[in-house]
């Protein structure tokens, strides 16, 4: 596992400098234009993560990388878990760098508010960080999650073949949630009203860390199989 993580490094280190840079410039923009450290922080860790982790798995197909590897004395299955392990990798680089941004922003919005303002702010500096890095833990956990429901189609299909099939799997689970929030709408509307208050908390984000977690565990353990089975 530890000579694919190296690999999977190797082959994207060019990339990440620069993607990271990019992508910091412009959540420094977005945010500075709607006077949001918050909206930066959220559209970035999304953004920069779904981005590397594209690069790491399109340059497998477009170098033939996926063939060389099972050439290499490395097992199919430390093959699966160790770009499981990169891609965990990537989120924890997302987040870092979303939430440096957010900070440079609040930093410099509070020595200079008369020539950045963060709309944040005004609850204070703590109110402000901790909303931030609330909502950027949660929507780096739902990233992880879509990334969970992804990631075994593309071991077992590829990345080019996959996504024919997950618009669909996306459109099949958007109609289950709309036909279970209008069955349940008292309860979807009372979790939802309920969800700034709890989830970014200390204690909802724990609780949904440990979820997501364990979901990307299962995600890796399916990958594995439907890899080990797969023609090239």
């Not at 999304?46 to 004395?73: C, H």
């Not at 508010?113 to 963060?118: C, E, G, H, S």
Request: proline residues 3%; aromatic residues 8%; glycine residues 6%.
């Amino acid at each position: 596992m530890k000579t694919m993580l190296l690999a999977d490094f190797i082959t994207t280190r060019k990339y990440l400098v620069q993607q990271c840079a990019l992508s910091a410039a412009i959540g420094l923009f977005v945010g500075i234009g709607n006077h949001s450290a918050l909206l930066a922080a959220n559209m970035l860790v999304v953004m920069l993560f779904v981005m590397l982790s594209i690069s790491l798995l399109a340059l497998d197909e477009q170098n033939g990388w996926q063939k060389f590897r099972l050439t290499l004395p490395l097992s199919r299955k430390h093959v699966v878990m160790g770009r499981y392990v990169s891609l965990l990798c990537a989120a924890l680089l997302s987040l870092g760098v979303c939430l440096l941004t957010a900070a440079i922003m609040l930093g410099v919005g509070m020595a200079v508010p008369d020539v950045i303002v963060v709309d944040e702010l005004v609850e204070g500096l703590s109110g402000a960080a901790s909303l931030i890095v609330g909502s950027t833990v949660a929507l780096c956990l739902v990233a992880l999650l879509a990334m969970s429901l992804s990631l075994p189609f593309m071991f077992r299909f590829g990345m080019t073949k996959a996504t024919r099939f997950l618009p669909a799997l996306c459109l099949l689970l958007f109609c289950i949630a709309v036909m279970l929030s209008a069955q349940y709408a008292a309860e979807v509307e009372a979790l939802l009203n309920a969800l700034p208050t709890w989830v970014f908390g200390p204690a909802g984000l724990a609780l949904f860390a440990v979820v997501a977690l364990a979901v990307y565990t299962v995600s890796c353990v399916v990958s594995v199989k439907l890899y080990e089975k797969r023609d090239f």
